[in-house]
Each structure stands twice: as structure tokens, then as C-alpha cells.
């Protein structure tokens, strides 16, 4: 493979139910945060969600780097958590085909995932690849599929929405204290998961090897009855195609969090 970690970005930049403020800024933000890693090892592929704002984007500023790919997925679909007509109200639509049109063109070993409004950590390549080397080192019979990430770093404001959802209150902790990153605004904190056993499905919470034969597709549910998201069904899938483990450190810092922050 001509990279060790491919890291898929679906970019749509306009509006949709929930969605961030200044998308196309925090979009050259979330790219330079790779270009920021200054590894050579690493490749960046953004698949456009149907999106010309994002086309334009990438052909202005990022085109010229070798290792950052692009596709353009056109769509007659509508965009991700819009309500469906003739469903019930908290009926929604999830969209996935365009991380499997850019995990088609990724070139690396390794299968990663970032969103546009989202930063990658300086570290963030070296941390995967650190354990997942280690891990394949120490049980080379294992076959490795797969890696979900343990900790990850939340504005320290999600500490407060934690303590007010009793669900959530007893599923993370904070680990360590409080920090600023370099070029986002506020403090930020690291979080994990209080058992061990317990995982994020969250797109950006897992990586898995370019040979594993599970595939994003686009998705309708109810989350209210139990319906679930299509990464989480995409992950699901992930973990029955062989074994993994646990990545127990953290590089991904989430910037937005639907009526809790917007960094």
C-alpha cells in the first residue's frame, strides 16, 4: 500500500438539521489539521457529498498535495438527518455512500475517518499506528481487523451536558486535566469510556484494515424506536469480520456538539 492510514472525510457543507456554523472555514480547518501531521505516510480522501462548496474548496487550496485524494459523489437524495416524508417525525436519513466512493480510491493500509468540522492532533497518525504495530507484534496470529479508540477530546462544556443526562453520566469520565489546542478557540478535555468494555460507533471512533469487506450504504431509521445510525451498523458489521482491540489513547478532538458547542 503506498500509505499506512487513509483517513475518509464525507464533506457536505451546507445546511442540515443540526448542522455547524462556518462549515466551509471549519472544512480548510479540518484539512489543514492532517496537512498539520507533516506525515508522509498518511492520505487524506475527501468524497463530496453531492457538494459544490466543498468542490470549490478543494480545488483552490488543497488539489496541489500529493496525498490528499478527491471524489465527487453526486446525489438525487436528501441530506443527512432531514426528516422523511410519510415516516414518522423523528424518522431520519443517514447518509453513508460517499465514504465507500472514498474508501474505493483510499490508498492505504489502514481505514480512518474524519469529519469536516472536526481536528485531527499532531499525533493523531503516530497513535495509530504505535498500537496497532504493537498489537500485531505481539500476537501476529490474530489477524487484526479492526481498532476502536478509547479516549478522545470534547470542549470542556460536555462535561456539563454529561452531568445532566444520567444515561451519559455513567458512560464517560474526564481523564487529566483541561488544555488549549492550537487553533481552536476555548479548553478542550480528554474523555474515555468508564468501562472498559464499552466502545464509541461513532464514524471517527474506529479504524479498520482496506481489506475488510463491510460497506457504508445510506440509511433510514427511527432512532426514538430503536432505529440506529449508519455508522453504527457499518461498525456492527466491522466487528464480526474478525478480531481487534482497544486503542486507549486519544487524537480526535470533536468541535461540534449539536446545541452544546460550536468551536
Known amino acids: 500500500m503506498k500509505y499506512d492510514i487513509s483517513w475518509i472525510m464525507q464533506s457536505y457543507l451546507g445546511e442540515y438539521p443540526g448542522s455547524r456554523a462556518d ?4 472544512f480548510i480547518r479540518a484539512v489543514r489539521s492532517f496537512l498539520a501531521m507533516k506525515n508522509p505516510r498518511t492520505q487524506l480522501v475527501i468524497a463530496s457529498d453531492g457538494c459544490e462548496i466543498t468542490h470549490e ?6 488539489k496541489k498535495h500529493d496525498n490528499i485524494a478527491y ?3 453526486d446525489k438525487s437524495t436528501q441530506n443527512m438527518y432531514e426528516k422523511i416524508e410519510g415516516q414518522t417525525e423523528t424518522t431520519k436519513f443517514y447518509r453513508g455512500i460517499p465514504r465507500e466512493a472514498g474508501r474505493s480510491i ?3 493500509y489502514l481505514i480512518a475517518y474524519m469529519d469536516s468540522d472536526d481536528f485531527l492532533m499532531p499525533n493523531a497518525a503516530q497513535i495509530i499506528c504505535t ?5 500485531v507484534k505481539n500476537k501476529p496470529d490474530a489477524d487484526y481487523k479492526w481498532t476502536f479508540i478509547q479516549n478522545w477530546i470534547e470542549n470542556i ?4 451536558k454529561n452531568n445532566t443526562s444520567q444515561d451519559e453520566k455513567f458512560l464517560v469520565m474526564p481523564t487529566g486535566d483541561s488544555f488549549k489546542i492550537k487553533g481552536l478557540k476555548s479548553k478542550w478535555q480528554k474523555f474515555k469510556m468508564r468501562s472498559e468494555g464499552n466502545v464509541l460507533s461513532s464514524t471517527w471512533a474506529s479504524v479498520h484494515r482496506h481489506d475488510c469487506n463491510s460497506k457504508w450504504k445510506d440509511h433510514v431509521s427511527d432512532p426514538k424506536t430503536g432505529g440506529v445510525s449508519e455508522d453504527t451498523i457499518f461498525w456492527r458489521s466491522i466487528r464480526k469480520e474478525g478480531k481487534g482491540f482497544l486503542t486507549p489513547d486519544g487524537f480526535y478532538v470533536r468541535c461540534h456538539y449539536n446545541g452544546i458547542w460550536d468551536y
Request: proline share 0%; aromatic share 28%; glycine share 4%.
Open 23 to 26: 462549515s466551509d472555514k471549519k
Open 106 to 108: 483510499a490508498e492505504g
Open 71 to 73: 471524489v465527487f459523489v
Open 57 to 62: 474548496l478543494y480545488y483552490k487550496h488543497f
Open 157 to 160: 462544556a460536555f462535561e456539563n
Open 131 to 135: 498500537y496497532w504495530n504493537a498489537n
